[in-house]
């Protein structure tokens, strides 16, 4: 596996449903990202690990649950979700935060359904 | 907060057309970044700008770093049916998080 790797790819769940994102980086970064896209809005930055701790949390409520057991993965905890939650998330990597010249490296994305 | 303009929204060309999108931002950034999507996929990036005035070369893509600083453009030459997807543009700043553009959706008729 090279680059990021996000799973499952396509996600779809009742309101009342707990569910979880993945995302692991083979690119031997120290920073991983949560980021939401939805459609003709910019991508939002949701939450930021840099090292395992996170250093960014863009006021997102609390039914997202990030966690960043290792530098080389990355979770999303779903619960209790609403229908305007449907969105690609898209886990990214760089090699420290932030940092305008820092690229950062996204995965495919996780497609997310919320009925 | 910092915002990007990103312009136009949508572009339907022929193929074989040359193609150019330009971002603006009322801020100053010391990097420009300008990334691909294809559908179902994550962004990829393109070409990455360090220095207002730089201009760089990708195969048929050409970027530029506006000399204020608050703009760039992306130029694509010859366009082929593969060109097709989002582009967006993100500009860079210290320590703080990537502004990224809404994006310029091509596609281009055969």
């Known amino acids: 596996e090279t680059g990021v790797t996000q799973t499952p790819r396509h996600l779809v769940m009742g309101m009342t449903n707990k569910k979880s994102l993945k995302c692991e980086q083979h690119?031997?970064?120290?920073?991983m990202y949560w980021y939401k896209q939805s459609a003709k809005k910019p991508l939002e930055l949701m939450f930021v690990y840099s090292l395992e701790e996170r250093v960014e949390n863009n006021s997102v409520p609390s039914r997202f649950s990030p966690e960043c057991p290792n530098s080389s993965h990355l979770f999303l905890h779903l619960h209790t979700l609403q229908p305007e939650d449907s969105a690609l998330y898209l886990c990214a990597s760089s090699q420290d935060e932030f940092a305008g010249a820092n690229v950062l490296t996204f995965g495919a994305g996780s497609r997310l359904t919320v009925l | 907060g910092q915002q990007l303009n990103q312009s136009p929204q949508s572009m339907f060309i022929q193929e074989g057309e040359d193609v150019s999108m330009n971002c603006t931002s009322s801020s100053i950034f010391n990097t420009w970044l300008w990334y691909k999507q294809d559908p179902g996929e994550g962004p990829v990036l393109l070409i990455a700008l360090y220095k207002a005035g730089e201009l760089t070369s990708n195969g048929r893509l050409t970027a530029q770093f506006g000399i204020t600083r608050k703009d760039s453009f992306l130029n694509i030459s010859a366009s082929i049916p593969s060109d097709v997807g989002i582009y967006f543009c993100?500009?860079?700043?210290?320590?703080?998080?990537?502004?990224f553009g809404k994006g310029t959706r091509l596609s281009v008729i055969a």
């Open positions: 993100a500009g860079g700043s210290g320590n703080t998080p990537l502004v």
């Open positions: 690119l031997g970064h120290n920073a």
